[in-house]
C-alpha cells in the first residue's frame, strides 16, 4: 500500500510544452503497485531557467523533459550522463541533493531494443526522419556498432547533419531498392492528421526482414499492421516508451519493477 502523502513524499515531474499523461499515469501506477512514497506530475513552463532551479531548490527528485527544452536545458544542469552526451540531447534530469545530471532514456530504450534483436553490425538499414528522436536513434544503431545506414530526410541540411554525425548516409526520397531493416521515425501513421498514412511503401515493407516504428500512439501504426500482415519482426513505439519510462523510474527510485509490472503500468498509462 502507498503511503499518504506527506512531507517526506518525493516529487517527480516532466516539463513539455504540450504535456500528456501517459508519464504520470506509468509512474504513479508503479508507485502505487509498490507501496512507493513518490507523486509524479507533468507541468508546462514559459521560463526554463526558473523551472530547473526550482527543481533544485525544491529537491524534486527527478524530471522528464520533452520538447521544446532536450536541448535547451543542457547548460542549466550540472552534467550530463553518456548517455545524453552521446546525442547532445537531454530527456531525463535526475536530482542528487542539488545536483542536476542528464540523461537520454530514449536512447537507452533504443539502444536496449536494438541489441535484443541481435542485430548483425552490417546489417543495412533505411532511418526515415531526421528530428530530436531520429538522433537517439541514430546514435543507439551507431553505437550498437551498425555501419550500414542511409537517413531519408527531405530535410537536407537536417538530413545530412545527422547523417555526416553518425556516419551515415543521406538522401532525400526513400529508394526503390530494399532494406533488411526500415525505421520510422517520423509521425507518420501517428493518432491525428497523419494516422492513415503508411511511412513506407509496400514494396519496401514486403521486401524488409524488420519493422521498426517509433510511434507510440496508436500502438501498431499502418505501418507495422502491415508489417505484421506480411509475417516480419515488429519493434514498436510502444516498447519505446514503455522502456524509456522504465529506465526514469529506476532512476528516480532506485527500485526495478518486474517486466509484469512495467508492461501493466504502460497498458494502464495508455488508458
Not at 542536476?100 to 536496449?112: C, F, H, I, S
Not at 538522401?171 to 501517428?190: C, F, H, K, R, Y
Amino acid at each position: 500500500m502507498k503511503p499518504p502523502i506527506g512531507r517526506d513524499t518525493q516529487l517527480c515531474m516532466s516539463l513539455a510544452a504540450r504535456p500528456g499523461n501517459f508519464g504520470s499515469r506509468f509512474h504513479n501506477h508503479l508507485y502505487e503497485a509498490l507501496g512507493l512514497d513518490y507523486v509524479y506530475k507533468a507541468f508546462t513552463t514559459r521560463d526554463l531557467p526558473a523551472a530547473i532551479g526550482g527543481i533544485r531548490a525544491l529537491g524534486i527528485r527527478g524530471c522528464a523533459i520533452s520538447m521544446p527544452f532536450k536541448e535547451a536545458v543542457i547548460p542549466l544542469l550540472d552534467g550530463l550522463e553518456a548517455s545524453a552526451r552521446a546525442i547532445d540531447s537531454v530527456n531525463t534530469v535526475v536530482n542528487d541533493g542539488g545536483r542536476l545530471t542528464g540523461y537520454n532514456t530514449d536512447y537507452v530504450a533504443v539502444r536496449g531494443l536494438i541489441e535484443r534483436a541481435q542485430l548483425a553490425p552490417d546489417t543495412p538499414f533505411l532511418l526515415r526522419g531526421s528530428g530530436g528522436m531520429a538522433k537517439a536513434v541514430a546514435a543507439a544503431f551507431r553505437d550498437a556498432g551498425l555501419r550500414a545506414g542511409t537517413i531519408i530526410a527531405r530535410n537536407e541540411a537536417a538530413g545530412t547533419a545527422l547523417a555526416r554525425t553518425y556516419g551515415y548516409r543521406w538522401q532525400a526520397e526513400l529508394p526503390d531498392a530494399p532494406a533488411p531493416l526500415l525505421v520510422n521515425v517520423t509521425p507518420l501513421g501517428m493518432a491525428g492528421a497523419d494516422q492513415e498514412a503508411l511511412a513506407f511503401p509496400e514494396p519496401l515493407i514486403a521486401a524488409c526482414d524488420i519493422a521498426f516504428d517509433v510511434v507510440a500512439l496508436p500502438i501498431e501504426t499502418p505501418f507495422l499492421e502491415r508489417a505484421r500482415a506480411l509475417g516480419k519482426r515488429l519493434i514498436s513505439g510502444g516498447e519505446v516508451a514503455m522502456l524509456q519510462a522504465l529506465e526514469q523510474f529506476i532512476l528516480y527510485t532506485g527500485v526495478t519493477p518486474t517486466e509484469e509490472q512495467a508492461r501493466a503500468a504502460a497498458a494502464f498509462a495508455r488508458g
